[in-house]
């Protein structure tokens, strides 16, 4: 099943519930930063949260998700877009802890005694930042509190990554669902039925499942999908990027490299891609910083 998500309004339009299936991207993920299977769940929770999040806004508007709590996985970043692409890294891929009945323990590797960050670069004039505690570190619930708390919109999400033996992603995916003004009591209750009868949404794309079928689980077909949206896990870094990065570190610190007499590699953190400058080339730069400093 390729990856893609839908978007539903649900019980007269008071509901709205995004449903996504993760997995080939979450599996592209895994093999480029080679995360072990616990950190591999907790990152591919916060991709499928965080391109879904994405999907939310528009244009080339995007969501940059940063979350420690204190585990010892460290950061966890994510790059979204509008366009359904993401990107991200974990600082310590090589974690792995699981529970006493042989569960993934996420919540353990990633900490509850920190904060989720959410940076908004709108397009507009201000990129501004908005924050939650961790509740769990589970990522689900903290992804809950943090719509409520911080944007004030009462919400339900549920992710999930299931992992195999050899360690690559078996199934993942999630939704995000978000009241409406006007939402009915009986709605919000009906809705909480429904999901706690649910299976885990990661055994349930495991089974087959669609986006599509996730959303009727939570609606028991009350709904209308206006939107669907391919995923795919995707850098848009380039030797450009890194030659302006070069330039910051201005004329006195690219002759000191120079001095060096070596090329120099920078290698991306989200893709892995290596990108070369050699000396003429840092020569060239370090010409442009000084004319710069000048």
């Keep these: 099943m390729k990856d893609y998500l839908v978007k539903a309004y649900a019980f007269d339009g008071t509901v709205r519930i995004y449903g996504a299936t993760t997995t080939q991207l979450v599996e592209h993920a895994r093999q480029i930063h080679d995360t072990w299977p616990a950190a591999t769940a907790a990152f591919g929770r916060v991709l499928t949260a965080g391109i879904i999040m994405g999907a939310m806004y528009k244009g080339d508007q995007t969501l940059t998700i940063r979350i420690n709590g204190g585990g010892p996985i460290g950061d966890i970043i994510a790059v979204t877009s509008a366009n359904g692409t993401i990107r991200g ?14 569960k993934l323990a996420v919540g353990h590797v990633v900490g509850s005694d920190g904060f989720i960050h959410i940076t908004k670069d709108l397009k507009v004039r201000d990129v501004f930042t908005s924050s939650a505690e961790l509740r769990t570190g589970e990522i689900a619930e903290d992804f809950t509190y943090y719509f409520a708390m911080s944007e004030q919109i009462p919400s339900a999400v549920g992710l999930g990554v299931l992992v195999n033996d050899d360690n690559s992603v078996l199934s993942s995916g999630g939704y995000i669902l978000q009241v409406m003004p006007g939402a009915k009591e009986a709605t919000l209750q009906a809705i909480e039925a429904n999901i706690k009868s649910m299976k885990p949404v990661s055994e ?5 499942y669609t986006p599509e079928m996730i959303v009727s689980q939570i609606t028991k077909e009350d709904h209308e999908f206006i939107e669907y949206l391919d995923l795919s896990y995707a850098c848009d870094c380039h030797k450009d990027k890194f030659e302006k990065g070069l330039l910051s570190l ?4 690219l002759t000191s490299l120079i001095s060096e007499k070596n090329d ?11 990108y070369n400058f050699t000396i003429p080339e840092l020569q060239t730069l370090e010409k442009i910083a000084s004319h710069k400093e000048a």
Excluded at 250 to 253: D, N, V
Excluded at 264 to 274: A, L, M, P, S
């Design 204 to 208: 349930l794309i495991h089974l087959g």
């Design 264 to 274: 120099v590699e920078i290698i991306c953190r989200f893709c892995g891609k290596k």
């Design 89 to 102: 890294y974990v600082q310590e891929p090589h974690v792995h802890m699981s529970t006493n009945d042989d």
């Design 250 to 253: 201005g004329s006195t610190e």
